[in-house]
T-cell receptor
Framework: AQKVTQAQTEISVVEKEDVTLDCVYETRDTTYYLFWYKQPPSGELVFLIRRNSFDEQNEISGRYSWNFQKSTSSFNFTITASQVVDSAVYFCALSAQAGTALIFGKGTTLSVSS | DTGVSQDPRHKITKRGQNVTFRCDPISEHNRLYWYRQTLGQGPEFLTYFQNEAQLEKSRLLSDRFSAERPKGSFSTLEIQRTEQGDSAMYLC??????????????FGEGSRLTVL
């Protein structure tokens, strides 16, 4: 069975702080895909990143970076120099192969205050 | 607008009534998904289609729920004899499948159901 755990329910930071959102996953598949989505207060889920199980390279996109470690089954997300606009619920998700259903974690609510 | 669209955006109904939601995916996407999201939870998978074929259904999808995608384009999700526990946001998403896709789902804004 596949499972995604986001142990942090809520995180509050002050602007310009760095923050890391944790994601731990479980799967028996050797090939799988990991995702992060953002759900701002408006409600629509926005895709942030996709990673396949064969690519453990970390990725950086602007203020966002992702750390994928198969040894610990983790796919953590770091926001550097957080901004108020980063306030949202962030979901980590897992799928067995491209195009199949995503299994989501329960999400981490990030609140960034000015 | 070429994104995923859902209709209606909000639906209030009385317990026992039937409701139907419609989803129009991104036109070139062959896969379409339905999810349900309740307050404070992540989206829960309900079912998905590749073209008109329903490939997978979650155990969450009781017999009162039925989904169709008759021509491989838009999809409908019907809930019969609604119960208060059905109150949730119903999310539709689409993607390109195995061939040509990278797996990310593109979500609509959702249809919020309130059962009184």
């Amino acid at each position: 069975a596949q499972k995604v755990t986001q142990a942090q329910t809520e995180i509050s930071v002050v602007e310009k702080e760095d923050v890391t959102l944790d994601c731990v996953y479980e799967t028996r598949d050797t090939t799988y895909y990991l995702f992060w989505y953002k759900q701002p207060p408006s409600g629509e889920l926005v895709f942030l990143i996709r990673r396949n199980s064969f690519d453990e390279q970390n990725e950086i996109s602007g203020r966002y970076s992702w750390n994928f470690q198969k040894s610990t089954s983790s796919f953590n997300f770091t926001i550097t120099a957080s901004q108020v606009v980063d306030s949202a619920v962030y979901f980590c998700a897992l799928s067995a192969q491209a195009g199949t259903a995503l299994i989501f974690g329960k999400g981490t609510t990030l609140s960034v205050s000015s | 607008d070429t994104g995923v669209s859902q209709d209606p955006r909000h639906k209030i109904t009385k317990r026992g009534q039937n409701v139907t939601f419609r989803c129009d995916p991104i036109s070139e996407h062959n896969r379409l998904y339905w999810y349900r999201q309740t307050l404070g939870q992540g989206p829960e998978f309900l079912t998905y289609f590749q073209n008109e074929a329903q490939l997978e259904k979650s155990r969450l999808l009781s017999d009162r729920f039925s989904a169709e995608r008759p021509k491989g384009s838009f999809s409908t999700l019907e809930i019969q004899r609604t119960e208060q526990g059905d109150s949730a946001m119903y999310l539709c998403a689409s993607s390109l499948g195995l061939f040509g896709g990278t797996g990310e789902l593109f979500f609509g804004e959702g249809s919020r159901l309130t059962v009184l």
